[in-house]
């Protein structure tokens, strides 16, 4: 059985890389592929080093193990390339998606000499132009799934409506401003897709 | 009509919990407990089930609330993790000599110290000999349907015993995984009503429950738990038999894996068997004839079943995710040498431990022990019993 596809993701306590994992395993089950989402469980605390990862797959999970050769490894917070070696095991045909203001070149160099795809996404001013606030975890989903194709853009909005619908059920107000997120990351995403 | 859905194991459980719909569920609903009460909670208080929920101040109590509300009649349960079994410890011993038909839901967390929260399985280890029924799931499909057959198994009339439904803590308990759920009234139905023979809120039949007992039948009291666990062996087939007509997955008290014609065989529960599995057919593309054992019934424990399922192969590894310190290997291990030796299958037979306080296990430390016991064999030398796989003198994965 081949694994599919496999994410790891990094970010620190609070942050949503968790709730992004999941929700990732959320709306790719839906398009009738084999699914897990699960964190990997360190000090409980805010702002500390967390990872949580992905596996897609056609076919049944049965690996209960973290993921040390992802095929995508998505760094929430841009501090942690200084303290995490976040392109461990990361395939050379894979692709890494940084959340900076900086540009894919810029982080390229901070990457310990990884050779595959590179992708920055500026998800603070994403997330602050649409919610007003920091949550990072939207825009590096939209972002995940742009990158890694694992459903296309319109069934992922669509299904993305439909989870934020009911996750945010108690605060609808803030349904808008996710959805906004989501199209925009995908929309600046585009131009750099195409050149891959 | 079974649905397709994707849930936690904690999830899984919880929805298990809500379709069974017990009469009582007494539960200590934080640290070191999982999400699990506090979802059955919820479904409780949006109205979706009518179990009485009783949130106590402890795990002491909470076990002794469930042995209370099951002596008075009542379909009881309890969920706990970790230290959470541990404190209730006394009452553990209770319930299952009072013969009370009622079901914990244990999330599998390693015990302190040092103090850790990840899985392994030193909790219900640790309560191996209060006499109840273990039984542990690989996933979160099991850890649900191992819960939907937990009653039935627990009130047989020939069984009488508390029932213990484990899965691992985060590795199955949080990860989210597809799932396929039965409709309500499949599960109702399988379930069915909770008749107690004898009960304390019935005047017509006035009992004691729990009494002291002198020395001139104590012993027949413990004699008689006994054969209970003894018998609860072929109700937990039956059960696994009508649950396979109501959902086609198939259980038994073990499952074995490609083991028909193997050389070598791993014996292991929960979680990691499905990693073992993976690694398994992985080295048969290679050539090499390995297969997997996995318990899932650990009380009552199958020993012949186990002898006679090892017989045909030349070694098995038996991988244990919990130490305990008797300086001779896991309990798995010390349990499953026994019934080979009493069963005269005398193959190879090598301990390892793996997994504990969370440690990940891979494909690769599965090669790694089937490429050992492949060349114990070949060169005819005995390996390093008792071996910690992936300590970090050895290489820690990550």
């Known amino acids: 059985m081949s694994q599919g596809l496999e994410i790891r993701w990094h970010g620190r306590g609070g942050q949503g890389a968790k709730t992004a ?34 596996r897609i797959s056609r076919d049944r999970i049965r690996v209960h193990s973290n993921i040390y050769t992802p095929d995508l490894v998505v760094v929430v917070d841009e501090t942690l390339l200084h303290s995490v070696d976040v392109t461990a095991g990361l395939k050379e045909d894979g ?7 900086r540009t894919a070149t810029e982080i390229a160099g901070l990457l310990n000499g990884y050779k595959g795809r590179v992708y920055t996404v500026d998800a603070r001013r994403i997330s602050v132009d649409t919610l007003g606030k920091n949550f990072p975890n939207s825009p590096m989903l939209a972002a995940a799934v742009a990158v890694s194709r694992v459903m296309d853009k319109e069934s992922f909005i669509r299904e993305m409506r439909t989870s934020y619908e009911h996750k945010f059920s108690k605060k609808p107000e803030v349904i808008e401003g996710n959805m906004k997120a989501l199209t925009m990351t995908f929309e600046e995403l585009e131009p750099y897709l195409k050149q891959a | 009509m079974p649905k397709k859905d994707r849930m936690s194991g904690n999830e899984a459980v919880a929805y298990a919990i809500k379709q069974v719909n017990p009469d009582v569920m007494p539960a200590f609903p934080i640290t070191p407990s999982t999400e699990i009460p506090q979802l059955v909670s919820t479904y409780i208080a949006n109205g979706q089930m009518d179990t009485e929920f009783i949130p106590v101040e402890s795990e002491h109590s909470s076990m002794s609330a469930t042995i209370g509300a099951e002596a008075a009649g009542a379909r009881s349960l309890t969920a706990t993790s970790s230290c959470g079994l541990a404190l209730m410890w006394e009452e553990l011993l209770l319930a299952a000599s009072n013969r009370m038909p009622c079901v914990l839901a244990l999330v599998n967390r390693t015990l302190s110290g040092p103090i850790n929260i990840n899985c392994d399985h030193s909790d219900s280890m640790g309560a191996r000999d209060t006499g109840w029924i273990q039984i542990y799931a690989e996933d979160n499909q099991e850890a649900y349907d191992n819960f939907i057959q937990a009653y039935p198994i627990a009130e047989d009339k020939n069984v009488h015993l508390p029932v213990m439904i484990c899965q691992d803590g985060f590795i199955t308990s949080h990860a989210v995984q597809n799932i396929e759920l ?35 039948y104590a012993m027949e009291a413990k004699k008689n738990q006994e054969i209970a666990m003894e018998n609860s062996k072929e109700v937990i087939l039956r059960v696994a038999d009508a649950f396979e007509r109501v959902s086609g997955r198939r259980y038994g008290l073990f499952e074995e894996y490609r083991t028909e014609d193997a050389d070598h065989i791993m014996l292991i529960m929960g979680s990691a068997a499905g990693t073992a599995k993976q690694a398994c057919d992985d080295l048969r593309d290679k050539g090499m004839k390995v297969g997997v054992l996995k318990l899932r019934v650990f009380r009552p424990f199958p020993a012949a079943e ?13 991988m244990d995710r919990c130490e305990c310190y008797n300086g001779n290997g896991g309990p798995l291990s010390m349990e499953v040498c026994s019934a080979l030796y009493k069963n005269k299958v005398l193959i190879k037979a090598v301990s390892y ?42 290489g820690v994965p990550g």
């Open chain 1, 21 to 54: 994992a999941l929700l990732l395993a959320d709306v790719a089950f839906k398009t009738g592929a084999n699914v897990q989402g699960f964190p990997e469980y360190g000090p409980e605390r805010m702002g500390a080093p967390i990872t949580a990862y992905n």
């Open chain 2, 306 to 318: 186990i002898a006679k399922a090892l017989s045909g192969c030349k070694s098995v590894a038996i």
């Open chain 2, 353 to 394: 431990m793996y997994g504990l306080a969370g440690r990940d296990f891979t494909v690769e430390n599965v090669y790694e022990i089937f490429n050992e016991l492949d060349a114990s064999v070949k060169n005819d030398t005995e390996p390093e019993q008792y071996r910690y796989i992936g300590l970090r003198s050895q």
């Open chain 2, 182 to 216: 039965l409709d309500d009234d499949t599960v109702k139905d399988f379930v069915g009503t909770y008749e107690p023979e004898e009960y304390l809120l019935n005047p017509g039949k006035p009992v004691s429950v729990g009494p002291y007992s002198i020395s001139n």
């Open chain 1, 95 to 101: 692709a890494i998606i940084v959340n900076t203001p």
